[in-house]
């Protein structure tokens, strides 16, 4: 079973940037798919990001162009690139793969 933690969420103004990570311990991370979730207040946890053990990509129609999701398969680690940031971007941002979930980290986008 593969456990997840994710960092590097923060305060950062509209048009700003973040990458977030998401280390990996345990499982098969390098092999299989990993997504990048958010749920912003009282909405809907959505799938932002995914990238398969191939390293195929695929984004939601909201950040396309602007987040680039991608792993280091050696440290097991994945990132999620996020610019021009938005405040609609606003909300905890949490790993997936297997099924297993990070307990996110939080991005604000506010002036």
């Known amino acids: 079973q593969v456990q997840l933690v994710e960092s590097g969420g923060g305060l950062v103004q509209p048009g700003g940037s973040l990458r977030l990570s998401c280390a990996a311990s345990?499982?098969?991370?390098?092999?299989?798919?990993m997504d990048w979730y958010r749920q912003a207040p009282e909405k809907q946890r959505e799938l932002v990001a995914r990238i398969t053990g191939d390293g195929i990509t695929n984004y939601a129609d909201s950040v396309k162009g602007r987040f680039t999701i991608s792993r280091d398969k050696a440290k097991k680690i994945g990132y999620l690139q996020m610019n021009s940031l938005k405040p609609e971007d606003t909300a905890i941002y949490y790993c997936n793969s297997l099924g297993a979930w990070g307990k996110g980290t939080l991005v604000t986008v506010s002036s």
């Open positions: 345990g499982g098969i991370f390098s092999i299989v798919p």
